[in-house]
């Protein structure tokens, strides 16, 4: 978190506050004029799918070292996971059980 790995660091949190809002600023434009608001002027700016991803991807990262910080439980990502078999309930009727 700091430069020593003991503290968080003012700097190193204002740098990665910084980095998302350069990583971020074309999309919640985007957002702000087109959906938000459907802004009479429009959006003369280039939004793409990979800025949104990294974007995304930036604040996953970001987020899962501060959710550890403040409060010790660690996450690899915030990205959703299937954690059960789903597909379960389809098999289900149409296979015999075991002998």
């Known amino acids: 978190m700091s430069e020593n790995g003991v503290v968080a660091s003012e700097q190193i949190i204002a740098s990665e506050i910084e980095k998302l809002k350069l ?11 087109e959906l938000a608001h459907l802004d009479r002027k429009g959006f003369d700016g280039r939004v793409t799918f990979n800025d949104l991803d990294g974007a ?11 959710i550890c910080l403040l409060t010790g439980k660690g996450y690899s990502t ?12 389809f098999r289900v009727p ?4 075991p002998a």
């Open 23 to 33: 990583l971020t600023v074309q999309v919640e434009t985007f957002v702000d004029k």
């Open 94 to 97: 149409l296979q015999k059980p």
């Open 78 to 89: 915030l990205k959703a996971t299937v954690q059960f078999d789903w597909k379960k309930v």
């Open 56 to 66: 995304v991807d930036t604040l996953d990262e970001v987020a899962c070292k501060y």
